[in-house]
């Protein structure tokens, strides 16, 4: 058991010994049009509009 932290260079070693990149990794499978999640512009707009009328009364 180590009683003391690991420096960088050795941290960089191990790195580059250890983590190699598997051959065997699968790619991910891009997802369907009903998987993505897409940014709702018009939420926004309606909090922000709330937050101020919020903030003046």
Known sequence: MRKYAKSLWER???HA???TPSPRKK???IPTESEVTT???????R???ANRTRLTR
């Open 27 to 29: 790619p991910k499978p």
């Open 17 to 19: 010994i250890y983590d």
């Open 39 to 45: 940014l709702n512009y018009s939420d926004a707009l």
């Open 47 to 49: 909090a922000s509009v």
């Open 12 to 14: 960089y070693e191990n």
